[in-house]
């Protein structure tokens, strides 16, 4: 299986940047899409941007269009969310997940998940 550990969330104020990051392990077993969902209280879990593993493709939702930007880095196994123009709406508990699917946008579609990392968006 995949093990997925998110790390950078925090508390950070409204128009600023943060960078989530999600190491993967046990990448001998293929996957092939990394994804990145949030909850905030309250709420379903959201999707928020996919990237294929080789990083030729990334989609986002319009909530976080053109501030969000997933990347991955493959020798170091790991996928970031790097997060500008912050708003207090993206303040939730982000979580990093892996699929087999290219290019997956729900949940179920995913095979392996990470614990989460809260992000706090403060005005």
């Known amino acids: 299986q995949v093990q997925l550990v998110e790390s950078g969330g925090g508390l950070v104020q409204a128009g600023g940047s943060l960078r989530l990051s999600c190491t993967a392990s046990?990448?001998?077993?293929?996957?092939?899409?990394m994804g990145w969902f949030r909850q905030a209280p309250g709420k379903e879990r959201e999707f928020v941007a996919a990237?294929?593993?080789?990083?030729?493709?990334?989609t986002y939702p319009e909530s976080v269009k053109g501030r969000f930007t997933i990347s991955s880095d493959n020798a170091k196994n790991t996928v970031y969310l790097q997060m500008n123009a912050l708003k207090t709406e993206d303040t939730a508990d982000y979580y990093c997940?892996?699929?087999?699917?290219?290019?997956?946008?729900?949940?179920?579609?995913?095979?392996?998940w990470g614990q989460g990392t809260q992000v706090t968006v403060s005005s």
């Open positions: 997940a892996a699929g087999q699917r290219l290019m997956a946008y729900a949940a179920r579609e995913y095979d392996y």
């Open positions: 046990g990448r001998t077993l293929s996957y092939y899409t």
């Open positions: 990237i294929t593993w080789t990083g030729t493709t990334a």
